[in-house]
């Protein structure tokens, strides 16, 4: 299935290195969509974005562009890598209050930068690798196209806009658990690193769509954990799209709608990039592993999840083990997805350390079948023995996100719960983000040692009232929809509010501002946990994402 657009929303990928030589304006250009535009447009796009690269440059040559508003279209800028820009060029809507946050779709940029390296490593080695630029083009191409169907609701091309305002991405959800599972998820943890032997092994576990332990890196964590979102959980699996598909829910949308399906690319333009749309008899000049196709992993007998998307070993009809590069060591990881019910587990071991390939890493697994069987089942039965169901984390009366920016871990509102938000509720949350990151643009730009604090509240015409408090890295946002009486709300509901929600335990300040707002009030709560205050042991290794009480 192709994706066609009225250039409503423009992405592109280009490199500053290449192309500087008239003739060669092309060779700069490693993806674009929509591809089929004429290479003039997408020049015209790309020549734009450089110019305002280097013109901001003058102003603030060490902080790189981040946005530029226009009156009928936002820039959004990421650097990805060195001279290797992407950018996404949004139009806006005739509506009073904005619909995109710039912050949101920059993270989109981030992510899909992210997840590409994880799976094919970086952009620039590729390049070196094949200088022509074909090898990065197709790749780009087939991922990137892969990425903006997740998006697709019906015809429309959904990025994240002001109904996403409750959820943050590039962060984890975790799960709050007790004592005594933290205990067995310890266990667990340790027989599936002993089941590697002597070489050096990573895991990562969750139940439902939430983290429960992990010993890699925080970056590394956030991309296995959102590839698990997205392609391997339970949810993943059965419906046959990411779980985090309600995002995309509303009538907010880019006017992009898909094409009829085609093997063959349209037009000259889509062939420099090469289609994603391949038949399987066709010379495609390059094998091209594409990770992020929906619906092309399944679960074996054995409980370990399979796919064909990485092909078949040399001379055999097994399939080839997935591969990811490990940000944190550079390193080549095989990933093994074994899952029980609600539990999905992800094993990393290094390439170098199994020689024998697909034989040995079969050996790999049944070790940890032998080792690790009855552990899994008994991890499960306490998970889901504690387990309150989708609404877990839902306080009623309330839509909340609370971001620990120093851990990368948020919680929100459960998603059938902001869907009941109307509208005007939803832009009133987003224009409320949208000024806090502007508040910490500014910040990183004054060099200040800290995150600023802030205390925010602004208030709707027809909701009672919608507050921010950011102390320390972490931000509390949320609001309450029925009108209450002023000064009605005891500190005990309060503290059960924020204990409710809570990741861990918080410190209070001494007082508890409130302020009337007509039917509604505004409550800065100081919510606080100083890294001096929770001891933790060894183990904040294996389980960095458990209630410290655990511990």
């Known amino acids: 299935m192709g994706l066609s657009s009225n250039e409503s929303i423009q992405l592109c990928v280009f490199d500053l290195r290449r192309g500087q030589h008239e003739g060669q304006e092309l060779d700069k250009i490693l993806f674009f969509f929509p591809a089929g535009l004429p290479f003039s447009k997408q020049l015209s796009v790309i020549g734009l974005s450089e110019g305002l690269i280097t013109f901001t440059r003058i102003f603030s040559p060490e902080a790189a562009c981040e946005v530029i508003e226009a009156e009928r279209h936002s820039h959004i800028f990421y650097e990805a890598e060195p001279d290797i820009w992407m950018v996404m060029v949004v139009e806006k809507s005739n509506d009073s209050e904005p619909i995109w946050r710039d912050d949101a779709l920059r993270k989109v940029l981030k992510e899909i930068h992210s997840l590409f390296v994880m799976f094919h490593g970086s952009i620039r080695t590729m390049l070196e690798k094949e200088p022509g630029g074909g090898l990065i083009r197709r790749h780009l191409y087939s991922f990137i196209m892969d990425y903006l169907r997740d998006f697709l609701v ?112 349209s037009s000259v333009s889509e062939s420099f990039y090469g289609s994603s749309d391949i038949a399987p008899g066709e010379d495609n000049h390059y094998h091209v592993v594409r990770p992020l196709q929906s619906e092309k992993w399944s679960k074996g007998k054995d409980g370990y999840l399979v796919t064909d998307l990485w092909g078949a070993e040399v001379g055999t009809w097994v399939f080839a083990t997935p591969t990811v590069w490990l940000q944190q060591t550079g390193e080549r990881m095989y990933l093994f997805a074994y899952q029980h019910r609600s539990l999905t587990l992800m094993l990393l071991i290094p390439v170098s350390s199994i020689p024998t390939g697909e034989q040995g890493v079969s050996a790999v697994k049944q070790q940890v079948l032998e080792n690790a069987s009855l552990k899994i089942l008994k991890v499960e039965e306490k998970l889901s023995k504690g387990w309150g169901g989708e609404n877990a984390y839902h306080v009623s009366g309330y839509r909340y996100l ?24 939803l832009l009133a949350m987003n224009k409320l983000r949208q000024e806090v990151e502007l508040e910490k643009s500014r910040a990183k730009l ?106």
């Open 154 to 265: 019906g015809k429309k091309l959904l990025l994240p806009s002001f109904r996403d305002c409750l959820k943050e991405r590039g962060t984890v959800q975790m799960l709050t658990i007790g004592r005594e599972a933290a205990i067995e998820v310890q266990s667990l943890v340790r027989v599936l690193e002993s089941s590697a032997g002597n070489t050096s092994c990573y895991s990562l576990i969750l139940f439902q769509d939430l983290l429960v332990s992990t010993t890699l890196s925080p970056d590394d964590t956030i991309n296995l954990f959102t590839y698990a979102v997205l392609r391997l959980t339970p949810h993943a699996i059965s419906s046959g799209a990411s779980s985090w598909s309600y995002l995309r829910k509303g009538n907010t949308a880019s006017n992009v709608t898909t094409e009829s399906n085609t093997s063959h690319p």
């Open 402 to 425: 609370l971001v620990d920016g120093d851990r990368n871990v948020s919680r929100a509102s459960p998603a059938t719960k902001v869907t009941t938000l109307n509208k005007e509720s």
């Open 446 to 551: 004054d060099s200040l040692s800290c995150e600023k604090d802030l205390e925010i509240c602004i208030r709707a015409k027809i909701m009672p009232g919608l507050f921010l408090e950011s102390l320390e890295g972490r931000s509390f946002t949320w609001f309450w929809r029925k009108p209450m009486k002023p000064f009605y709300m005891p500190q005990m509901l309060l503290r059960s509010l924020a204990t409710s929600i809570a990741m861990e335990p918080f410190h209070w300040s001494k007082e508890i501002k409130i302020f009337g707002l007509g039917n509604g009030l505004a409550v800065f709560l100081t919510l606080f946990c100083p890294s001096s205050t929770v001891n933790l042991r060894k183990e904040e290794r294996i389980l960095p994402c458990l209630h410290p009480s655990v511990y």
